[in-house]
């Protein structure tokens, strides 16, 4: 499912011709090497004890090839990686700006609008459209994070303080999944994301859906749910459009129904799992930054409701 | 020396830490018994303070008190305390609020990051340095390091004649 063998893009193309033909090149000389010693040791083997005097300036001949052809692969390699990586990033101008935005240990994507009212954000899974490129513009809250879909790009950092710039394109629909690749904390193997690839029609349906308040809940559970989230610390740190919750320390739960997983990638969006985070996240997640809220069982089963009607 | 992590707190253990033996009219006040058993975490272990000093920014109390220093709210750093400078007394001020436009958190945090919170803020005031501190901002210093004990730097402790509201201290 994540693999850098599984290139779908060009930049990742790039990358896999490079690291395969690093290591085809590397077996071949690791193989000549190896029948290079064992024909010597049967030399050795067969005639014991005789030096010839003109195998001297032969070994000089075969010593000096041998220096020449290493500084010619590493060159050779050396100029492809540079190659190979320096496409990348390529600050071209791209159609689509999105903000990536790290932290421990989830990913916040940020869809900035020149008015405002259309933009809007999500967590943990990046919607693009196919055969668009993308400008990501990284930035971190905390620590150094790194941004990695191994099947569409390299790999870059977010660094505090710094924006840096990634064009990421997908020529095929599907779904990527992405790793922060730079240890950044405890949590740092549970920080996956989810790029999904989908033509225009979808891209633009998805988008007017996320750009929608949140539903207001019908069912008696979920509008008892919804009452429980705003009178308790949820509604400080995340944030629901539409209604009075408004932090934005926690990722936005607007649409949480829509995602597919929560906890970046820890646990299926089910509405089993929903009520577990909810309960304890810091068994499930040891060390991530939403507490455990004393709720009573009721409560909880409300919260989930509230959290699932939430699409 | 590394400091145990408690990143769970629990509901037990929650529950109890929300008994703040107080004085009459709130002033000073007492700790509950749960704090002491488990060692004062929340004013030595550098874990606690951090994430309080990740709360103190996270809730937006620099709008009123600024760095430390005070603004629309009361200034930490002066070493003055309207309701003496125990930590139950800080903790309920959070918690419950105080006339004068400091609202209660109650609803806004957990009581444990309430603690938290509490602790950090109760460094930023010291008299005497801790062992424990936060880590430093990455932008421009502002004032006295967490563990420098900032208000015995900046003010004198004494003679300042103690507040007539203020309580004995516990």
């Known amino acids: ?47 014991p004890g005789e ?27 050396t100029i492809a990686s540079f190659y190979a990586t320096g496409s990348l990033g390529r600050p071209e101008s791209a159609p ?19 008015d405002p009212a259309k933009a809007f954000q999500t967590a943990n899974e990046l919607h693009i459209p196919v055969g668009t490129d993308i400008r990501l513009e990284l930035e971190a ?5 790194s941004f990695w879909v191994p099947s569409l790009t390299g790999k870059r950092d977010l660094i505090p303080g710094r924006r840096n710039v990634l064009i990421l ?46 539903r207001t809940p019908s069912d008696g559970e979920a509008v008892a749910g919804k009452a429980v989230f705003m009178a308790k610390p949820c509604a400080a740190c995340h944030s629901i459009r539409g209604t009075e919750a408004s932090g934005t320390t926690g990722p936005d739960l607007t649409h949480i129904a829509s995602r597919q997983t929560i906890a970046a990638g820890l646990l299926d969006n089910t509405r089993g799992a929903l009520a577990a985070w909810i309960a304890d996240p810091q068994t499930l997640k040891p060390g991530n930054n939403m ?16 959290m699932d009607s939430l699409r | 020396m590394r400091e145990a992590r408690q990143y769970r707190t629990d509901p037990p253990v929650a529950s109890a830490l929300e008994i703040l033996r107080m004085m009459p009219g709130g002033f000073n006040g007492t700790p509950p018994e749960v704090y002491f058993a488990l060692g004062k975490p929340f004013a030595q272990n550098a874990y606690d303070l951090s994430q309080g000093k990740r709360l103190y920014s996270w809730f937006g109390c620099s709008s009123c008190h600024g760095d ?26 959070i918690r419950d609020g ?35 501190a936060p880590s430093r901002n990455d932008d421009k210093q502002t004032r006295p390091a967490e563990n420098r004990a900032p208000a015995s730097i900046l003010f004198h402790e004494g003679p300042v004649a103690p507040n007539p509201q203020q309580g004995p201290m516990p």
């Open chain 1, 1 to 47: 499912m994540q693999s850098v063998l599984n290139a779908q893009a060009e930049p990742a193309l790039h990358l896999k011709y490079l690291i395969v033909g690093t290591v085809v090149l590397c077996a071949i000389i690791w193989i000549m090497v190896m029948i290079v010693l064992a024909w010597s040791l049967l030399r050795a083997y067969r005639s």
């Open chain 1, 51 to 77: 030096a010839a005097p003109e195998t001297e300036r032969r070994m000089g001949r075969v010593v000096l090839s041998a220096a020449a052809a290493t500084v010619f692969v590493i060159t050779g390699l």
């Open chain 1, 96 to 114: 689509v700006t999105i903000k990536v935005r790290a932290q421990q240990w989830w990913w916040q994507f940020i869809y900035d609008e020149p």
């Open chain 1, 141 to 145: 809250a905390d620590v150094i994070h």
């Open chain 1, 169 to 214: 394109r997908a020529d095929r629909p599907g779904i990527y999944r992405g790793q922060c690749a730079e240890f950044c904390g405890l949590q740092h193997s549970h920080m996956a994301l989810f790029v999904i690839a989908e033509d225009n029609a979808s891209f633009d349906r998805w988008a007017a859906d996320q750009r929608s308040e949140a």
């Open chain 1, 291 to 306: 507490p455990m809220v004393p709720l009573s069982s009721n409560e909880l089963r409300q919260i989930t409701a509230y």
């Open chain 2, 68 to 93: 430390g220093r005070g603004a629309a709210g009361p200034s930490f750093l002066d070493g003055w305390w309207f309701y003496g400078p125990g930590i139950a007394s800080i903790a309920a001020s």
């Open chain 2, 98 to 132: 105080r006339p004068h436009g400091m609202p209660a958190f109650r609803d806004k945090m957990t009581i444990d990051q309430i603690w938290q919170l509490a602790g950090y803020i109760q460094t930023i005031g010291a008299y005497s340095a801790k062992m424990g």
